[in-house]
């Protein structure tokens, strides 16, 4: 079951998926493991929070009134997604496949979020409470009938566990899309990136739609950091990226290095930014995206509103303007 599982998911995306296992799979989900958490879903934000409602939920079959394509999510509306499979990836990471009409699109704008909630319980007043959590598919934003998200399940996370307890045939509530950056080919000559952990997952959409796009010449350099070679999401999709495209690069960096380790070791610093990413110029944007810990030291974090906020830390320091950098 999971080898044509992800055998389908290798037709459906190729950019997306072509190699990104290693051709590994196994008899069933539970034993499926990945060298290198092979790929991974996440937000672009790393926080939950908390939502009264009532449940406001529609389907697909009650919109997309209006001619022209189907598309699957509605921005105000909560739509339900049916859980058609599930996979373990890593230790900590499974793949979660949803399915829709497959007549219709997600409707997935580069690059941008869903929103996932689930309820927790019930407040005084009889009242529902929600936890709501963004995440950002893997699948390619123009597949049609279903999406895929990779998702880190932490031991105290109400909406990873949640996801976790999901058996195929489960619903979960989605609104979206949420857009963060709206990218255009060729919008700069050089993109950098920086990302921390399941921080990657904005930045995959916007490196994979600009190495579909034969018309698209930007250039991507990408800084990645996490803990040890063992937690790096996405490390062998990334490295088949960038020994087919000469147009991207990728360096990695981890905390806590192991004894044949050949990347970088520690935190981005100001070596790594100068070496690694464009240098400051009108022609640049650093995209950065990962844990606040990362942010504060990197960028200096969104404002309270969520808008970007001033430019501190390391981007600051090598010269670049807050008009060159952007915060998922």
Known sequence: MAATFFKRLAKATPIAFNNAFGGQSSSSFTGFRVPFGAMAAVSGGISYFYYFSSPNLVHLDQINEQPGPKIALSPDKWVEFKLQDTARVSHNSQLFRFSFDPTAKLGLDIASC??????????PEGKTKYVIRPYTPISDPDAKGYFDLLIKVYPEGKMSQHFASLK???VVEVKGPIEKLRYSPNMKKHIGMIAGGTGITPMLQVVEAILKNPDDNTRVSLLYANVSPDDILLKQKLDSLAASHPNFKVFYTVDNPSKNWRGGAGYISKDMVMKGLPSPSDDTLILVCGPPGMMKHVCGDKA???SQGELTGTLKEVGYTEQMVYKF
């Open 168 to 170: 195929p045939g489960d």
């Open 304 to 306: 309270k509103d969520w």
């Open 114 to 123: 869903i929103l996932t909630r689930a309820p927790t319980e019930l407040d």
